[in-house]
């Protein structure tokens, strides 16, 4: 049915008109050019209407001829802010690579012409084509998948794990990458460690109660379970007060065998429940040494008396000396870094047990690999041996 239709330039219909005028009728003008004289009347409506603007082309706005100064300043305009557009929407992109910029192309080729982003981006159609057809080079897919599977890592364990764990984790799952890279890679996903924040004291060594030696030495590489406990007090910020969690690990594995969060300082609501649950969740051997500072929550009778109950030997830091008991305050850092610093917001005393109680329970008892355990969560550790 439109094999029919004829298809007319803008000069022929802008001569067609003037023709009309010189001759007697339309009709006869139409009839001398063999085209429809309805079709010749319309011309001339839109002639006499229009003027020389009458007949602008295809794709072109008709406009009043004396007019088309402002249109062609309009166009200019339009194009203008087409191209700023454009650009400020894909700007970001112009510089991360064939890939990322193809893709952004790709997605907005509905919204914009090719031929516009190709010249305002700087892109090359010969490289959009074959990127089309075969979006990823070798060595992308295989940055792609790293990629990939270190943030997979990365949430898989909470947002816990530093590049160095990461690489060791990668190697277990049969990854060669170098630590050097997974840093750079994690850095381009924005995977970034928290800052550590300033520790604060909690302990009161300055009293006349009993003092032990110190016999654990910082010999922290023990040969046996239970031979060497340690413990130590750490204060918890919330939402209205601070609250202070007392752990008690055993050194052979690193695992914290008892631990307990108190809104008060006194040995009943901190080292003593601790210790307690300690000895429930481990024996207590004969002569198990047992570490801490000299705080007064650790040297008054009631706990002492509960260590000598047990027949356990009492060894205390030197005074002002964190280095004396290191595992355990690198512990306090670990949890407070992964767990706590993390959030958003501060919490409330009930909140911030449930996010210690997930983190020790969930994550650093069971989860989580220990460079001081050859790179091993704790049951590996003591499944391997």
Known sequence: MNENIRHYNPIFKENAVLLSYVRNTIRETAEELDIDPKQLSKWRKI??????????????????????????????????????????????????????????????????????????????????????????????????????????????????????????????????????????????????????KKFIATTDSKHNLCIAPNLLNRKFKIDQPCRVWVSDITYIRTDKRFSYLTVVMDLYDRKIIGWHLSSALSTKVTTLPAFEKAIINRPVTEGLIFHSDKGIQYANKLFTNKLVEHNCKPSMSRTGDSYDNAVVESFFNTLKREAIYKQTKLLTTRESKRVIFDYIENWYNKKRIHSSLNYKTIDEFNNYL
């Not at 690489?167 to 381009?188: A, C, P």
């Open 47 to 196: 002639y006499e209407k229009f003027g020389k603007g009458s007949f602008p082309g295809e794709g072109r706005k008709r406009v009043y001829f004396e007019n088309t100064e402002i249109y062609e300043l309009e166009k200019k305009l339009s194009e203008s802010q087409l191209r700023l557009e454009i650009l400020e929407e894909g700007l970001k992109y112009m510089h991360q690579g064939k890939h990322v910029l193809c893709n952004f192309i790709h997605n907005n080729r509905d919204k914009y012409p090719l031929y516009k982003m190709f010249e305002v981006l700087g892109a090359s159609h010969s490289t959009y084509d074959l990127w089309t057809k075969q979006p990823f080079s070798k060595t992308e897919t295989r940055v792609y998948l790293l990629k990939k599977e270190i943030k997979s890592i990365f949430f898989e364990f909470k947002q816990y794990k530093g590049c160095l764990l990461i690489t060791r984790e990668l190697h277990n799952r049969g990854f060669q990458i170098s630590d050097t890279q997974v840093s750079f890679y994690m850095k381009q996903l924005g995977l970034r460690s928290k800052v550590k």
